[in-house]
Structure formats: structure tokens, C-alpha cells
T-cell receptor, first 112, second 110 residues
Framework: QKEVEQNSGPLSVPEGAIASLNCTYSDRGSQSFFWYRQYSGKSPELIMFIYSNGDKEDGRFTAQLNKASQYVSLLIRDSQPSDSATYLCAGLGSSNTGKLIFGQGTTLQVKP | NAGVTQTPKFRILKIGQSMTLQCTQDMNHNYMYWYRQDPGMGLKLIYYSVGAGITDKGEVPNGYNVSRSTTEDFPLRLELAAPSQTSVYFC?????????FGQGTRLTVV
């Protein structure tokens, strides 16, 4: 079992809709989780991080963490064609090991 | 600040050759990582380091070696290159929060 799992997609949503991206993890000791966006041919860039149960909002983005279910999600409101990219979920290992593991990424397509 | 710098950006290697991918960061980060990304896939952790003199294996360490003699540098060594090592390699650094990535090295083994 991979430590961090995502549905590879593609996930296709119309412009203006809400895109919901999901991620599960197996290491119960993982404390921090990250969502990165990666455009084709480019390096990943951080969108948000979350380490407390519940929701964290930043503009059009909301990250959700449920440690009991070992589940992390990212909601993108008012999706724009410029949001079309691959979204990578990552978890930081427990006990300050520094081990940062990524999922396989979900490709999002926002259609005008 | 340059951030994380990787060299080279592109390289073609013959089967059995060796090479070192260079990575340096100027943010005084303790944590550094090497990932590989195959087409249409996520990032797979090869090796990581939590500080100078300390390295540990990631998910796919076979065929690679690393060293961390300074805080700034974290080179990745490929010995006896194989076609399966054709990939894009990313180096990253962090202070245990946001990881900053280099521009990547596209390596082809023929």
C-alpha cells in the first residue's frame, strides 16, 4: 500500500464549478499535509498546507483534514481554466523524520 | 536568492555510464530531498537528508547514492545507468514545512 494515495483522474469540471480533490494516507503518525500544483513541464509549487483537523481556507482554496479517517482533500471554488494542472498531495512523516511522501497526483481539467 | 539550483537541466547518458546530479540551496534549510517523476506520475522519493552528514533511503533508492557533507549541497549519484532510470529528477529543500523545488533535470538513458 502506498503511503499517500490519490485518484490519478483526469477530473474534469466546467469553469466556475467546485473541483474536489482527494487523498488518503496510511501513516497514522503523519502530522502535516501539503497540496502542490504542477503545471506540465514545471516544478511543483505549494498551494496550501494543513496540520490540524478541520478546514483551512485561503482564497478560492480550502484544505480539509480528517485524521480519524486518514483523509485529506482540496476544494477549489470558482474553478478557472488556469487551474488546469496536476495536483499533488504530500504527507510529512511522523516523529520529525522529515520524510515527505507524495501521492501520484490528480490531473484537473477545467473546461471553459 | 537563487533558492534551489539543479544542474544539469538535461542529460543523455549511455547504459552503464555514471553521473552526478548536483543540487544546492541557499536558504539554510536542514531538509533536502531527491525525487524522480516518470511521465504522468507523481513524485517518488529516492533519498532524503535531515541535515549535514545524515541521509536516509526513500521509496526507490536502488541504483542511486547520495551524500550530504554541507548544509547547502545534496548531490545524487547514479552508478551504472539503466534505461529504467530515464526520468525527470527534482531536488527540493525545506525547513520541515513548505518544500521548495529546483527546476528539475531531465535524464535519458539510452
Amino acid at each position: 500500500q502506498k503511503e499517500v494515495e490519490q485518484n490519478s483522474g483526469p477530473l474534469s469540471v466546467p469553469e466556475g464549478a467546485i473541483a474536489s480533490l482527494n487523498c488518503t494516507y496510511s501513516d497514522r503518525g503523519s502530522q502535516s499535509f501539503f497540496w502542490y500544483r504542477q503545471y506540465s513541464g514545471k516544478s511543483p509549487e505549494l498551494i496550501m498546507f494543513i496540520y490540524s483537523n478541520g478546514d483551512k481556507e485561503d482564497g478560492r482554496f480550502t484544505a480539509q483534514l480528517n485524521k480519524a479517517s486518514q483523509y485529506v482533500s482540496l476544494l477549489i471554488r470558482d474553478s478557472q481554466p488556469s487551474d488546469s494542472a496536476t495536483y499533488l498531495c504530500a504527507g510529512l512523516g511522523s516523529s520529525n523524520t522529515g520524510k515527505l511522501i507524495f501521492g501520484q497526483g490528480t490531473t484537473l481539467q477545467v473546461k471553459p | 536568492n537563487a533558492g534551489v539550483t539543479q544542474t544539469p537541466k538535461f542529460r543523455i547518458l549511455k547504459i552503464g555510464q555514471s553521473m552526478t546530479l548536483q543540487c544546492t540551496q541557499d536558504m539554510n534549510h536542514n531538509y533536502m530531498y531527491w525525487y524522480r517523476q516518470d511521465p504522468g506520475m507523481g513524485l517518488k522519493l529516492i533519498y532524503y537528508s535531515v541535515g549535514a552528514g545524515i541521509t536516509d533511503k526513500g521509496e526507490v533508492p536502488n541504483g542511486y547514492n547520495v551524500s550530504r557533507s554541507t548544509t547547502e549541497d545534496f548531490p545524487l549519484r547514479l552508478e551504472l545507468a539503466a534505461p529504467s532510470q530515464t526520468s525527470v529528477y527534482f531536488c527540493a529543500s525545506s525547513q520541515n514545512t513548505e518544500a521548495f523545488f529546483g527546476q528539475g533535470t531531465r535524464l535519458t538513458v539510452v
